[in-house]
């Protein structure tokens, strides 16, 4: 059995979309929430395996899970955008590494498979946050700008689909949604359907951001924002995706996004560095238990409540001396 472990957000939905577009696979689909990232886990206790595509989650943290697999000689294709650490060398691991701040792991498969399905790329771009790069495809292609608009749309509702402690959260639980998007070779074919995905995470979508109206930061300075949401579902959906929408409002301002975990005892943190200066994002977030990601976006799975001060600061000083 061939296995697709890919990232439950928008980026590796899309790159696997791209993928199995262009070359059809039988397969079995690994995935979860956003921050389910130490996916590879799940395949090496299987006894089937004879193949493996790992897509959008960082090689760093499940280089445990890999060593296995490349020992086994089990054929593996990796692409991915995140912190990798040092990169086995193999005869029987094909690595498409790229840590570019301006880059995804939908970019890199439209690199990979000769641009066959570039929209499909574009709309994993916006979903990534990675406007610039999206555009650069978009204006190449000469897609019209009502076309881009809906694709940056659709990137960002199947991102925000991907937010949330558990599938339970979510609109569309990330393998469903991809089993559902493959039948579309053309993310355009959507907003022609209206039975499509998109007018369910649209709905979703528009009735969760309705809680933020209200929201006010609980610092904001010239570098950096804090906010913080509650224990609910709605605020689970909406971190990420509110988060990217600050950054691109403020480019020259980082932004943390702090939401209440189940527990009552700690955070949940998601960080986006600023547009206009993409680092530190995982350096910061690394820096405290749980935390990891990469240097325009990272994220820290359980804040302890006795650390928000010691976050806040360390946001601020840091962004402070780029």
């Not at 897509?55 to 692409?79: G, H, Q, R, T, W």
């Not at 010239?222 to 605020?235: D, G, K, N």
């Amino acid at each position: 059995m061939h296995y697709d472990v890919f990232n439950g957000d928008a980026d590796g939905i899309t790159a696997l979309l791209q993928l199995r577009l262009a070359e059809p696979k039988s397969s079995l689909l690994i995935t979860g929430v956003k921050r389910d990232i130490k996916l590879l886990k799940q395949v090496v206790t299987q006894t089937d395996v004879c193949g493996v595509t790992i897509l959008d989650i960082s090689m760093e943290k499940n280089i445990d899970a890999l060593y296995p697999l490349i020992e086994s000689d089990i054929p593996v294709f990796y692409c991915d955008h995140h912190r990798s650490g040092e990169v086995p060398r193999a005869s029987n691991l094909t690595a498409l590494i790229d840590l570019d701040t301006n880059t995804c792991t939908s970019l890199l498969i439209n690199k990979h498979i000769g641009g066959r399905y570039p929209l499909w790329a574009i709309t994993g771009a916006f979903g990534d946050n990675m406007f610039a790069g999206a555009y650069e495809l978009a204006n190449a292609l000469n897609v019209p700008e009502q076309d881009v608009e809906f694709l940056k749309e659709l990137g960002t509702l199947i991102n925000y689909n991907g937010y949330g402690a558990s599938v339970k959260d979510l609109h569309i639980p990330p393998a469903e949604l991809f089993q559902q998007l493959v039948a579309y070779p053309s993310p355009l074919m959507l907003r022609d359907d209206v039975n499509s995905p998109y007018y369910v995470l649209k709905q979703g979508y528009e009735q969760d951001a309705a809680h933020l109206d209200a929201l006010e930061p609980l610092t904001a300075t010239e570098v950096s924002a804090v906010f913080e949401l509650p224990c609910e579902a709605w605020a689970r959906r909406i971190s990420g995706v509110f988060g990217n929408d600050l950054a691109n409002q403020y480019p020259n301002r980082a932004h943390a996004v702090l939401t209440l975990n189940a527990s009552g005892q700690d955070y949940t943190v998601s960080v986006r560095a600023p547009l206009n200066n993409r680092v530190g994002a995982d350096e910061l977030c690394s820096s405290f238990p749980t935390g990891g990601g990469r240097k325009a976006a990272a994220g820290i799975n359980q804040l302890p409540l006795d650390m928000k001060s010691e976050f806040i600061q360390a946001l601020e000083r840091l962004y402070q001396t780029q």
